[in-house]
């Protein structure tokens, strides 16, 4: 496996021309890249995603919380009902954090 994504890596760098890679062409265990990793065709995506699964979470547990505090809509225990709402604030806690960062 790793074999493999040495050489995708070296052949993705080639035809780049951005970074150089050091080792040895098959078998190489310390690829070196500058910038591959952190150029704009990774950094986009990576921060669509982000934004993406920050925004459902922090839509989908303040529903939650909306749901079973102002409708009583979970129609558990009351010992059930406070882990999810726990639950709920516990999930929004990372979220708000890293935007926050």
């Known amino acids: 496996m790793g074999d493999t994504l040495t050489i ?3 052949k993705h760098m080639t035809m780049n021309g951005t970074t ?4 040895p062409i098959n078998g190489a265990t310390n690829v070196t890249t500058s910038d591959f990793f952190w150029n704009t065709a990774v950094s986009i995506p990576l921060g669509a995603y982000c934004l993406l699964a920050t925004v459902a979470g922090l839509v989908g547990n303040t529903f939650v ?3 079973s505090i102002r409708h009583n ?3 558990l225990g009351d010992v059930s009902v406070t882990f999810v709402r726990n639950l709920a604030i ?3 806690a990372p979220a708000v954090m890293a935007t926050l960062r």
């Open 65 to 67: 919380l909306y749901a």
């Open 90 to 92: 516990a999930d929004i």
């Open 73 to 75: 809509a979970i129609k």
């Open 8 to 10: 995708i890596l070296q």
């Open 20 to 23: 150089t890679v050091t080792g």
